[in-house]
């Protein structure tokens, strides 16, 4: 079954508010990463955590491995911001390689 | 450099012709990612080298080849390609005991 179920799919968003992102996982995950696309398709980089929390300017991301959660907090949301968001976890036994949820299409708008 | 590229970043392919998409990083990382991406979709993970070890996912096990001559390229190779194999081709790396992957721009195939 699904390992990695992200939420919401999709999220709109006043420019200046803010919301956060989850991703649930239904087995123990050594590590998480949270990426945005790009307008290319690309997946860029915005944290990799295997525990606690970080911070980098407006997005801050937490994980819990025991809870099984991570989370992508977006506060003063600005335009640009608008895009595809994903959470990948490693999982415990699994070896080398992360899954991928299902992303979520957040919208910025005036 | 933390940087992978990949080539070609667009390609055309004919239904039923080969496809081979390069790879390729200078962290001297131990593991290599292949991944297709469709509109909507997860990034599907299609296969993996760790070192010269190929793992490659049971549902794709036969429909993409890899190969890794060395520590820095991998290749994706599609034998015959179908309209189906139309999707954007994500190459990562990691390095061994850390699950951060740094990823590629991508390969955009389109097959008509």
């Known amino acids: 079954g699904d390992q990695v179920e992200q939420s919401p799919s999709a999220l709109s968003l006043h420019e200046g508010t803010g919301s956060a992102l989850r991703c649930n996982f239904t087995?123990?995950?050594?590590?998480v990463q949270w990426f945005r696309k790009n307008s290319r398709g690309s997946l860029i980089n915005l944290f990799y955590l295997a525990s606690g929390t970080k911070e980098n300017g407006r997005l801050k991301s937490a994980f819990d491995s025991k809870e099984r959660y991570s989370t992508l907090h977006i506060r003063d949301a600005q335009l640009e911001d608008s895009g595809t968001y994903f959470c990948?976890?490693?999982?415990?036994?699994?070896?080398?390689?992360?899954?991928f949820g299902t992303g979520t299409k957040l919208q910025v708008v005036p | 450099d933390t940087t992978v590229k990949q080539n070609p970043r667009y390609k055309l392919a004919r239904v039923g012709k080969p496809v081979n998409l390069i790879c390729s990083q200078t962290?001297?990382?131990?593991?290599m990612y292949w991944y297709q991406k469709k509109p909507n979709q997860a990034p599907k993970l299609l296969l993996f080298y760790y070192d010269k070890i190929l793992n490659r996912e049971a549902d794709t096990f036969e429909k993409f080849q890899s190969s890794r001559p060395n520590n820095s390229f991998c290749s994706l190779y599609i034998g015959s390609a179908g309209l189906e194999y139309s999707a954007m081709y994500l190459c990562?790396?990691?390095?061994?005991?850390?699950?951060?992957?740094?990823f590629g721009p991508g390969t955009r195939l389109t097959v008509l």
């Open positions: 962290m001297n990382h131990d593991t």
């Open positions: 990562a790396s990691s390095r061994i005991g850390q699950y951060e992957q740094y």
């Open positions: 990948a976890a490693a999982h415990a036994n699994s070896g080398t390689y992360q899954r």
């Open positions: 087995t123990t995950m050594r590590a």
